[in-house]
């Protein structure tokens, strides 16, 4: 690869995955070969992607993909990973029974907007590290997503809330989920209940930009969502806030999904 081939991905992966996430034009996304599987370690198959419309594979990304095991603990990355223009595809053997989760592992990341010689400019630093610049706006970003995936029985270990900016946490197990059947989840952030937060599902067949099906979390920081038909669903919730560290930034900008499949009961 030429030096300035490798320049210009560098730069356009800059652009994708931590600009334009501040501005709201992306989504991420997990997709696994199955969601339950009653076979002796199977072959676990992901596609990891993310674009402006759901469910159509904008590009691949460099994040890693981690898998957690059924008792909690991280069991690695997957074996093998190819990143292609459009996705990011692994794999990794899963030899015990069990819910395992499958997430993103994406770094803080600061971005500011400020200002010189009347023009105004991105970059990728907390407003701090800019001592004397005319500062416009500066957004601390994380960004997570999740999908659960089961070998021949479930569990819920994985299901357990984790501390992290910002979670929708599966209150009905989220590969036992059927068409007409309320399934739960709770939002927190560090840890906290979040009441009043919408909580969206974009249905594999539909346009992937407008959410057939949406809530609203109560008192408890916790919503219910029905499914009409079966298929798949990206969950998504975002929180715009106030900075905690108003120091290194003045909005904390934290968006999440979650990937879950419908099924009709036999």
Same mark, same amino acid.
């Given at each position: 690869?030429?030096?300035?081939?490798?320049?210009?991905?560098?730069?356009?992966?800059?652009?994708?995955?931590?600009?334009?996430?501040?501005?709201?034009?992306?989504?991420?996304?997990?997709?696994?070969?199955?969601?339950?599987?009653?076979?002796?370690?199977?072959?676990?198959?992901?596609?990891h992607t993310a674009g402006d419309q759901r469910f159509v594979?904008?590009?691949?990304?460099?994040?890693?993909?981690?898998?957690?095991?059924?008792?909690?603990?991280?069991?690695?990355?997957?074996?093998?990973?190819?990143?292609?223009?459009?996705?990011?595809?692994?794999?990794?053997?899963?030899?015990?029974?069990?819910?395992?989760?499958?997430?993103?592992?994406? @770094? !803080?990341?600061?971005?500011?907007?400020?200002? /010189?010689?009347?023009?105004?400019?991105?970059?990728?630093? #907390?407003?701090? %590290? +800019?001592?004397?610049?005319?500062?416009?706006?500066?957004?601390?970003?994380?960004?997570?997503?999740?999908?659960?995936?089961?070998?021949?029985?479930?569990?819920?270990?994985?299901?357990?809330?984790?501390?992290?900016?910002?979670?929708?946490? @599966? !209150?009905?197990?989220?590969?036992?989920?059927? /068409?007409?059947?309320?399934?739960?989840?709770?939002?927190? #952030?560090?840890? %906290? +209940?979040?009441?009043?937060?919408?909580?969206?599902?974009?249905?594999?067949?539909?346009?992937?930009?407008?959410?057939?099906?949406?809530?609203?979390?109560?008192?408890?920081?916790?919503?219910?969502?029905?499914?009409?038909?079966?298929?798949?669903?990206?969950?998504?919730?975002?929180?715009?806030?106030d900075a905690k560290d108003s120091s290194r930034a003045n909005i904390?900008?934290?968006?999440?999904?979650?990937?879950?499949?419908?099924?009709?009961?036999?």
């Amino acid at each position: 690869m030429s030096k300035h081939v490798a320049t210009c991905i560098f730069v356009a992966t800059f652009f994708t995955a931590v600009i334009t996430p501040v501005l709201g034009h992306e989504q991420q996304w997990i997709l696994p070969n199955f969601f339950y599987i009653n076979h002796e370690s199977p072959w676990l198959g992901m596609e990891h992607t993310a674009g402006d419309q759901r469910f159509v594979p904008g590009h691949g990304l460099g994040s890693p993909l981690w898998i957690i095991h059924p008792e909690g603990w991280r069991m690695g990355r997957p074996s093998s990973i190819f990143v292609g223009q459009t996705r990011t595809v692994g794999e990794m053997e899963l030899r015990e029974p069990g819910t395992y989760r499958i997430e993103t592992d994406h @770094p !803080v990341q600061y971005v500011t907007e400020f200002e /010189v010689d009347g023009k105004k400019r991105w970059i990728g630093k #907390s407003k701090d %590290q +800019l001592p004397g610049k005319k500062i416009l706006q500066s957004a601390h970003r994380w960004s997570q997503t999740t999908t659960f995936v089961t070998v021949k029985k479930y569990t819920k270990r994985v299901l357990e809330p984790t501390g992290a900016f910002l979670e929708i946490v @599966p !209150v009905t197990h989220p590969n036992k989920i059927f /068409v007409g059947k309320g399934f739960a989840v709770r939002v927190l #952030s560090r840890g %906290q +209940l979040v009441p009043g937060q919408e909580v969206h599902a974009y249905p594999e067949m539909g346009s992937g930009h407008n959410a057939t099906l949406a809530a609203v979390t109560n008192a408890d920081g916790e919503c219910e969502l029905t499914f009409p038909s079966p298929g798949k669903y990206l969950l998504t919730t975002n929180l715009r806030q106030d900075a905690k560290d108003s120091s290194r930034a003045n909005i904390d900008v934290f968006n999440v999904s979650v990937l879950v499949e419908a099924r009709k009961r036999n």
